[in-house]
């Protein structure tokens, strides 16, 4: 996604102290970035780390083989058990 092609209608306000704006800028400058610039460009890299991290938490990875077994296991028709049934009427 290149910022420069996206439209920029959006606005976001932060108000920092000076020490913090200055210690960005000296960033930003030895980045080679304006100050607007380098927040953009960390805060999406951060937020991208973000979701990476907090998607991926919530999977379970499995390898071919697993997937295989966890396929074919879930693909039979189950036994229809006493208990089960009786469960069914319960809760019909």
């Known amino acids: 996604m290149e910022t420069s092609r996206l439209s920029r209608d959006e606005v976001i306000n932060t108000r920092?102290?000076?020490?913090?704006?200055?210690?960005l800028k000296r960033a930003a400058s030895l980045a080679g970035l304006d100050l607007s610039a380098y927040i953009i460009a960390?805060?999406?890299?951060?937020a991208a780390n973000d979701i990476i991290k907090?998607?991926?938490a919530n999977k379970i990875l499995l390898t071919d083989e697993q997937f295989d077994f966890v396929q074919n296991?879930?693909?039979?028709?189950?036994k229809i058990t006493p208990k089960l049934k009786?469960?069914?009427?319960r809760h019909k």
């Open 16 to 23: 920092v102290d000076k020490e913090t704006k200055d210690f």
């Open 73 to 78: 296991v879930v693909s039979k028709p189950g």
């Open 54 to 56: 907090y998607d991926h």
């Open 86 to 89: 009786e469960a069914l009427k």
């Open 42 to 46: 960390k805060a999406k890299e951060a």
